[in-house]
């Protein structure tokens, strides 16, 4: 078999978590599979590399952060590199221009267009393990770009897709998918299988196990896809096609996200396309909108209420208010101290009223719900942030996701 093995931030985090990588490959290459690994910068180093750009530049050129900002997954391939070359295992790191991996210009969430599968191949053919780089691509003009934050899952799902892989198997500080965060709820199940749609869904909505571009990916490619823990030998969560799932349970997990924040403008003046008056200018600053509501009086004024991530709320407010003032609009309200819950499962499609479970549910927990959106299995809820924590463990103990002991 070919199996892509990639190993996230805290399971390179030392040079003693890459000598248990270095083990962990050996072992795969010797029960006589080919082996490709993927590899993260240390937990916490990108952090520190932004912070650094951040630091020396009030707003950091995109181009040379990305040049910093890929060094972590840099130095990790060469570190992992000179582990088995001194244990005579034979491997070769290979940097993103070196494979190559080639991506769009559009630096700090660049996108792969096309790997290069040849090199890869040929040094595989040759017996060696082969090491790459997670979260960076390169441009046709030869500049490094990343791939936006948790990057390295979509890297080690594009490099599988790309070698027609047999598995792709992301190691993780978890024992793999859960029905919840397990830093937000003490007992969530863990989940033998879930549907690459509903972990598209669980990752767009804030469970970062997988960056949601390595979701899709995986789901058009079909690509076996395991989530698994580099700490001991359980053997994870494999996310596979809807048909496979064991049972279509009608909730598979429970998402919390406190990166977002509320915009909400009262009383605009309503007239043709006064949306997307308000969104045009976002739409062009590249910020992207989240949650919408918006209310059509009987007074002919509008109200609207959307949710942005905090990061890009200053651009937004600032932009919103111009175009309230020249609509003659009400004032723009902000909200940071704001949380968006998902509820996520394929038994939505076919159970009727799952809605008014949660909003019975949080009645009784006494939350009030500030905004809601619905997708086919989905619904998010947007609560204030000191409810958020209660809202969710109540609905994940509600809908029989508690892990009984
Ligand atoms: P890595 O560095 O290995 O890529 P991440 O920190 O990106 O790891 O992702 C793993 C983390 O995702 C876990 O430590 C866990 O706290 C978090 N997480 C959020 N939601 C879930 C979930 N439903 N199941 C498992 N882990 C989750
Ligand atoms: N090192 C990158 C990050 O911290 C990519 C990744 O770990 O997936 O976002
Ligand atoms: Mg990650």
């Known amino acids: 078999m070919l199996i892509v093995q990639k190993f996230g931030g805290t399971s390179v985090a030392n040079l003693e978590r890459i000598r248990a990588v270095g083990e962990r490959v050996r072992k795969t290459k010797e029960e006589g599979h080919d082996v490709v690994v993927v590899l993260s910068a240390p937990a916490g180093e990108t952090d520190q590399l932004l912070k650094l750009a951040n630091e020396i530049s009030e707003s950091p050129d995109p181009r040379e952060c990305d040049s910093l900002i890929s060094l972590?997954?840099?130095?990790?391939?060469?570190?992992?590199?000179?582990?088995?070359?001194s244990k005579q295992v034979p491997c070769i790191s290979l940097t993103a221009a070196q494979i190559p991996?080639?991506?769009?210009?559009?630096h700090g969430k660049?996108?792969?267009l096309h790997i290069v599968p040849d090199r890869i191949r040929k040094e595989l053919k040759s017996g060696k393990i082969v090491i790459l780089p997670g979260f960076q691509g390169i441009t046709d003009e030869g500049d490094?770009?990343?791939?936006?934050?948790?990057g390295s899952d979509t890297s080690a799902v594009a490099f599988a897709a790309a070698l027609k892989a047999d598995l792709c198997e992301i190691y993780t500080d978890v024992d793999g998918v859960y029905t919840a965060d397990p830093r937000v709820v003490e007992n969530p199940k863990l989940l033998k299988k879930i549907s690459y749609e509903e972990?598209?869904?669980?990752?767009?909505?804030?469970?970062?196990?997988?960056q949601t571009r390595s979701v899709e990916v995986a789901a058009k490619h079909r690509v076996p896809l395991k989530v698994r823990s580099s700490f001991n030998d359980k053997p994870g969560t494999e996310v596979v096609a809807e048909n496979e799932t064991l049972e279509k349970i009608l909730v598979a997990g429970v998402t919390l996200?406190?990166?977002?924040?509320?915009?909400?403008?009262?009383?605009?003046?309503?007239?043709?396309g006064v949306l997307a008056k308000f969104f045009a200018p976002l739409a062009e600053a590249g910020i992207n909108v989240?949650?919408?509501?918006?209310n059509l009086s009987k007074d002919g004024t509008?109200?609207?209420?959307?949710t942005v991530s905090k990061e890009d709320l200053r651009k937004t407010l600032k932009l919103a208010e111009g175009v309230a003032k020249r609509l003659g609009a009400g004032k723009v309200e902000a909200a940071s101290d704001i949380a968006k819950i998902s509820i996520v499962g394929l038994g939505m499609r076919t159970h009727a009223g799952v809605a008014y479970q949660i909003f019975k549910i949080l009645a009784d927990l006494g939350v009030t719900v500030q905004m809601v959106s619905t997708s086919e299995i989905k619904v998010s809820l947007v609560v204030a942030i000191d409810d958020a924590k209660r809202a969710v463990k109540g609905l994940h103990q509600a809908f029989g996701l508690d892990r009984s002991e």
């Open 290 to 294: 989240d949650m919408i509501v918006e």
């Open 257 to 272: 996200n406190t990166q977002e924040a509320k915009v909400a403008i009262r009383r605009i003046p309503s007239e043709a």
């Open 144 to 150: 490094t770009t990343t791939l936006g934050r948790g």
């Open 199 to 210: 972990m598209m869904e669980l990752a767009d909505s804030g469970a970062k196990v997988l």
């Open 110 to 112: 660049a996108r792969i």
């Open 302 to 306: 509008t109200d609207l209420a959307f």
């Open 101 to 106: 991996i080639l991506s769009n210009k559009d």
């Open 72 to 85: 972590g997954e840099q130095k990790n391939i060469a570190l992992l590199g000179l582990y088995l070359h």
